[in-house]
């Protein structure tokens, strides 16, 4: 099973307001495991950085005037995520931002059916307790202290970290596989003992057996 964890910064709140993306970040998980495969881009938002979203990110409308497009990336970014499910910490944000970018350029939109949200994950399984990214970084003792400033490449690898934390994931999967294993042992065990017991008869035994059946006057089964 393959998924992608993803992030992204942008110039706002709102895309419908003429907000942009200014950098996406994706993780590759398969079956549960970061596999080292990741997308990230800085991405010119053709337009200018408000000083609220520069606070959060760092990244000025300097910098990133420089980078590439949306639509520059656009194809790396649909190869990259293809057909995986998407993993986002508060998705409709990030997902309304790149729908809004791909209908720009006619694209295909993508789909929440897709999406695993992974707010709502932690508030069905820590109900009342904060959700935001950092709360759940302290709750799984994940080592946050880089992230003075937002980055969607940084913020997506902690969002790994906590995502399998939410679904058990590595750890069930060891823990699946430490039981299979104990459950072979036994199985190899028992039929080593089964194959193992000395079930033939001594050769004492066996004349001892036929001096007994020669004593015998005419036995049923030589009739």
């Known amino acids: 099973m393959r998924e992608i ?3 992204t910064e942008t110039t706002g709140l709102d895309p419908s307001s003429g907000h942009r993306v200014a950098e996406i970040g994706c993780v590759e998980l398969l079956n549960h495991v970061e596999t080292g495969a990741t997308f990230q881009s800085y991405i010119n938002p053709e ?3 408000p000083e609220e979203a520069f606070a959060i990110h760092g990244l000025s409308e300097e910098f990133l005037a420089q980078q590439p497009t949306f639509a520059d990336v656009a194809e790396a970014f649909i190869q990259f995520i293809a057909d995986a499910t998407l993993v986002i910490h508060n998705a409709e944000f990030d997902i309304g931002f790149i729908n809004t970018e791909l209908q720009r ?3 295909g939109l993508i789909s929440m059916e897709r999406v695993i949200d992974t707010v709502q994950l932690a508030r069905q399984k ?3 307790a904060p959700a935001n990214l950092n709360s759940l970084c302290r709750r799984f003792q994940i080592d946050f202290s880089e992230r003075k ?3 969607a490449l940084k913020d997506a690898n902690l969002l790994a970290r906590v995502y399998l934390e939410l679904i058990g994931g590595q750890q069930s999967d060891l823990k ?3 039981e299979q294993e104990h459950h072979r042992r036994i199985e190899k065990q028992t ?3 089964y194959v193992q017991r000395p ?3 001594s050769p004492k035994e066996e004349r001892a057996h036929a001096d007994f059946i020669d004593k015998l006057e005419t036995p049923i089964w030589r009739a």
């Open 5 to 7: 964890v993803l992030d």
């Open 47 to 49: 337009r200018d950085m």
């Open 105 to 107: 350029l006619d694209r």
């Open 126 to 128: 820590f109900p009342g």
């Open 149 to 151: 400033i937002h980055g």
């Open 176 to 178: 699946l596989s430490t």
């Open 191 to 193: 039929v080593n003992q």
């Open 199 to 201: 079930h033939r008869p």
